[in-house]
């Protein structure tokens, strides 16, 4: 299988966490989604993240399905498990937990409370600390959920204190410049040069992101052939075709990134698409109305039409 | 022309402010935006909001800017001027200049410190007594700027309250809901009918919030005739070309949302399209790089393609 | 003992946790705190709340620790436990672990993103079914913390809802004018009488709450004496000397209240007077310095000095 | 008079804005404020602040009022005005104004909006750049109030870069620490040494920042004798007296710094004592109830009783 360390590359996907109509952990479907997502040809899976629902789940609820996902998996693909804490406790007992499963490595994004460079970076020494010399990790910079602005000064020097961390999430907005400025200081041999997933919500900067230097994607769609689609044809060089692709799903992933009610139409999709059984969220959680769910039938159609003129598989 | 009040319909654009190179109000290209809007159809201006860097303007620079806009349209369409402000006294000082000039209306915020939903409802109790009883104007709801969320609930009861507020600008996300709520309201007769513009960032609900019952837009985009052509197309009951034209804006409309850059990617195709003469954003404020300006150029080729391709003049 | 009810009145204090030196829970000082808490005469415990660095540990830890202060406390006082978490679910178990262990009932926040009334006043129907029929609750009010505003109105309206909700810990800021305004509710018969504990960090408006209408106090401070004496004196309708107490440890308690240091000021007192082992607090935390240590042997000095004056054991 | 510069010592008093009852500016009261503040011996004077509802005043208000303050003094103490304003075109404009009526200086935050270190200093490059190179000013450390949290490298490095930058108001919490990394730092030559005041809310910590090496207090009390008071017993080196005139203002002091309604309990005061002829907040602003004053009465007795009984006048 593929590696999970500094030249990882491809799509990780953001997974969900299926419930059953009443709100339980549904496992069936766990095994059906990560069957569905490594049909579709995803590199990896990260679980347990914020589209994860993982803060709405127990401590035991959260190892049995990592379990059962890492069981499924088999090997195939490295398996990714969202640890960001408020505690470096909770954070270290469930990085050994998962890890003594068969998880490829760990993702942490910095604490909400975080705002000077220098409390930062002591922060992700504290971090590298906590999960030990054997677990690679990835840095999730994804301010608009943390509220912290880490600058691209704070990401060097993360890295070179940090020789685990051997990637990042890249979800800053705007990022571009970002990105392009740390693949810059790779380059000139400042620091070691780890993987970058774009993260930006479903996808949505990908074929720029690709072009300043990203290794893949890391998020979450309920169309991960997009991204894996995309990312293949830009990988192959042929730009015009990766941003054809991406305009045909544009409209929906704009539609999925809706603030709120995003998690419930993307769980709305893979259920109509048989993924998962059921598209319940936890609560507290939003529900789709009769008339969301007719702006996604509409919107799926003209995407499959789209598809098909572009001579791509809808 | 278009009278500003509850039945008011059609693109309010909200406008960029135009700078020289070297930062003052440049007031040639003011004339020049001004006719290039028109040029394209649109049903109204809103002048000195966010976009409008209003807060980066002295006092007399609004009064000159306000002005030099209200002549230049010379009443062939509304214009309105942007008024939050964190104190009473100025924004009824802003008010009163821009209505002897000719304004046709205000449009005011929530103050950002506003809570609870009786804050919010006594704060425009408040607002609507400043301005007075002669000032019609905007409800702007935009929790992403202010940080406030007004409940269906609030909205309603502020439109019960104050009969001088004819106009919702509606960019609260998720909002479909809650457009979908005011206009159910209304149909039950529970509060008068206002006029409900589109708001979301350069329009990328625009589609949707059309088939839920806004009236039509108010937002900004280096593009106007996209959300003309947009609205015009569902009025005429052509759902799916409404969506086609928006569809082939989709990349570039999204490229120019991101955060922190957007105005600069917005200034700099207007200059491109010769609306402005400089790209000009007042610091502190960013630059585009030359890659920014490469992606920029690439979207926009392969807009006028798919243009040409659905029969659109690009 | 004094049952946790609607009746509830007096001193429940705000513990803290005690950790060994390498950051260990230590079960010892663990004993040795609820026996120095209960000497000096308060009516209950809350535990793993803000200042008890509850985030900080791990779910068998938070088990191990309230087990090992419901079995010292033995039945003389209620234990309360703080159970606010992102999600029902890890709500639940902890809820259902702890009661079942011999806690009186748990306390509980508004999760943090909850913005408009409705939004507030429907997490807490969700709360009480979460925690069942059986478990009396006291409602936090902490916007400091949780950003959380809850107007008077939702306070009430929560307490309609939720017969299980038997006491406000009331820590708003400006906060006299809503005590005032539940208690005038409660007089009127609009809703039934809870319990409210006066919760401002450290009891800084102590004597104003009592006055208010407050039962008692529910906070943490290195001399929980000044609590107990204070409301006590209240209660024998000594107002002045309940004032005369409150000013004599004023000067501490506003160290003490310093954002950032506090917990490891107190900390620090504690350990100094006996009733902890160590004054660590578990990473990330502050140190305090040599000075700030002299700062508080200085403040501590003078209060045993102006105790004296006053005719107060020092 | 004592002059605004690097060695500027003792109470710079943030005054409030004077209002009739109809909440028109009252320039009578001005004079009579003035002239009650410099009676009780404060070395300066800072106006239009946050205290000050600056941001409720139209922008000629803001020079009226400054001009009659600036005039009343007549330089018997230098007058600093608060500058701080979303945009730099404003920020200029008042600033010119104020030093043409003969301000001594201006005051400015950092915008709310900087995250990272390198933006902070960025951001008081462009702030020196715009004040010119004529104006001394005040950095305003004030987190609560901006979101923004300086490090103390990041305010080394605003000093090297900004040599108009004269003093600091140091209002940050926990700021003992920074206080004395401060202080420390120009002992060790690294950075020149500025005026540092404190700023804590009322001078809560007054005593404390003088001991780190603060050289008197910036920020406004109803009893601007106390922060005189304290500094002088300070500077004479009877640190016990400073302490006890300290002790007997905070039960005052700390009631006065209720969050939303602090200034209406200073105003409150002011009348009382006849400082100024209205206790009128603008709107939006709380009112005090009958409670609320009765509270205050009660506090201002006993602070007389506590200030004979050491001997102090009252």
């Given at each position: 299988?593929?590696?999970?360390?500094?030249?990882?590359?491809?799509?990780?996907?953001?997974?969900?966490?299926?419930?059953?109509?009443?709100?339980?952990?549904?496992?069936?479907?766990?095994?059906?989604m990560v069957d569905s997502y490594l049909e579709r040809g995803v590199d990896g899976?990260?679980?347990?993240?914020?589209?994860?629902?993982?803060?709405?789940?127990?401590?035991?609820?959260?190892?049995?399905?990592?379990?059962?996902?890492?069981?499924?998996?088999?090997?195939?693909?490295?398996?990714?498990?969202?640890?960001?804490?408020?505690?470096?406790?909770?954070?270290?007992?469930?990085?050994?937990?998962?890890?003594?499963?068969?998880?490829?490595?760990?993702?942490?994004?910095?604490?909400?409370?975080?705002?000077?460079?220098?409390?930062?970076?002591?922060?992700?020494?504290?971090?590298?600390?906590?999960?030990?010399?054997?677990?690679?990790?990835?840095?999730?910079?994804?301010?608009?959920?943390?509220?912290?602005?880490?600058?691209?000064?704070?990401?060097?020097?993360?890295?070179?204190?940090?020789?685990?961390?051997?990637?990042?999430?890249?979800?800053?907005?705007?990022?571009?410049?970002?990105?392009?400025?740390?693949?810059?200081?790779?380059?000139?041999?400042?620091?070691?040069?780890?993987?970058?997933?774009?993260?930006?919500?479903?996808?949505?900067?990908?074929?720029?992101?690709?072009?300043?230097?990203?290794?893949?994607?890391?998020?979450?769609?309920?169309?991960?052939?997009?991204?894996?689609?995309?990312?293949?044809?830009?990988?192959?060089?042929?730009?015009?075709?990766?941003h054809d692709i991406f305009d045909a799903y544009l409209p929906l992933a704009r539609?999925?990134?809706?603030?709120?009610?995003?998690?419930?139409?993307?769980?709305?999709?893979?259920?109509?698409?048989?993924?998962?059984?059921?598209?319940?969220?936890?609560?507290?959680?939003?529900?789709?109305?009769?008339?969301?769910?007719?702006?996604?039938?509409?919107?799926?159609?003209?995407?499959?039409?789209?598809?098909?003129?572009?001579?791509?598989?809808?």
């Amino acid at each position: 299988m593929a590696t999970f360390n500094e030249s990882a590359a491809g799509v990780y996907l953001i997974t969900v966490t299926p419930f059953t109509s009443d709100g339980a952990l549904d496992l069936d479907s766990t095994d059906r989604m990560v069957d569905s997502y490594l049909e579709r040809g995803v590199d990896g899976l990260t679980i347990l993240g914020i589209m994860g629902e993982a803060t709405k789940l127990t401590g035991e609820e959260s190892r049995i399905f990592a379990g059962r996902v890492i069981d499924r998996v088999n090997g195939r693909v490295p398996v990714i498990v969202g640890a960001s804490a408020p505690g470096f406790a909770p954070m270290r007992e469930l990085t050994l937990s998962v890890m003594a499963m068969g998880a490829a490595g760990v993702m942490v994004a910095p604490a909400p409370t975080l705002r000077t460079d220098d409390q930062i970076v002591a922060y992700f020494d504290m971090v590298a600390e906590t999960l030990g010399a054997d677990v690679p990790w990835v840095l999730q910079d994804h301010p608009v959920s943390t509220g912290v602005q880490m600058a691209t000064s704070v990401i060097l020097k993360i890295l070179a204190n940090c020789p685990t961390c051997v990637m990042l999430k890249h979800e800053d907005s705007p990022g571009l410049a970002k990105l392009s400025a740390i693949r810059a200081a790779s380059a000139r041999g400042e620091v070691r040069r780890v993987s970058i997933l774009a993260g930006n919500g479903g996808g949505l900067f990908l074929p720029e992101e690709l072009s300043r230097g990203a290794d893949g994607a890391m998020t979450g769609f309920a169309y991960p052939e997009m991204m894996v689609d995309v990312c293949r044809a830009h990988a192959a060089g042929d730009v015009d075709m990766a941003h054809d692709i991406f305009d045909a799903y544009l409209p929906l992933a704009r539609y999925e990134q809706q603030t709120g009610i995003g998690l419930a139409v993307r769980k709305h999709i893979m259920a109509e698409r048989g993924m998962i059984a059921s598209a319940t969220v936890r609560r507290p959680g939003p529900k789709l109305s009769a008339t969301d769910i007719a702006d996604i039938a509409l919107l799926t159609r003209r995407q499959q039409r789209r598809l098909r003129e572009i001579g791509q598989p809808s």
